[in-house]
């Protein structure tokens, strides 16, 4: 009898795969069928702006002349941070940069992949309106990445995370010409929004 215990569970093991796709989550390949699909994605980048505005107020309201922090004798960590934003005294460990570093470029990462995949729109139109959204989101997270941080990694299609430790930061002119490329094809696209953004 105790042969049979042992045995079994080899044979469980055995019997079944272990390469088998997640049924909780949507592989990009099998995703990114039909114009449907795209639109749904490009609604997810609408929805990737929440969270990276959860800290864009921190790093530029909270630093300017149009906020004061009054409180200075906090034991809050939440306040605490705000109160580094406020007296310019921000610690390299804050975690709050980290967060938003990791949301903007996920964000960024959406927009790529919507790019990449815009040949799944028969509409002519309708390709044009969803790259053009796609590009004014990613114009706009790096306008506020390159305002923050000077030189920051440029990625305008989906990348590896080998290649990503390979990548090295664009200067900050490079950046800028950047945005404007992806403005200016975005104005010049058939879309029925009209977004702008002042680029100096």
Known sequence: MKRILYILPLLLLTACSLKRQPISDIAAESFYRDASQVKAA???CYNGLQEPMKYEW???ETR???TRFHTTSTTSVANTAILHYDQSTIETTDNNIYLYWLATY???????????HLD???DSSLRAQLEGEALFIRAYHYFNLVRLFGPVFIITERISAAEAKQRQRSSVEAVYTLIRADLQTAAGCDSIYHLTLIVH
Do not use: P, Y
């Open 42 to 44: 490009v609604t997810a």
């Open 58 to 60: 921190m790093f530029t």
């Open 64 to 66: 300017s002349d149009n």
């Open 106 to 116: 996920n964000n960024i990462a959406r927009c790529n992949t919507i790019l990449a």
């Open 120 to 122: 799944k729109v028969d």
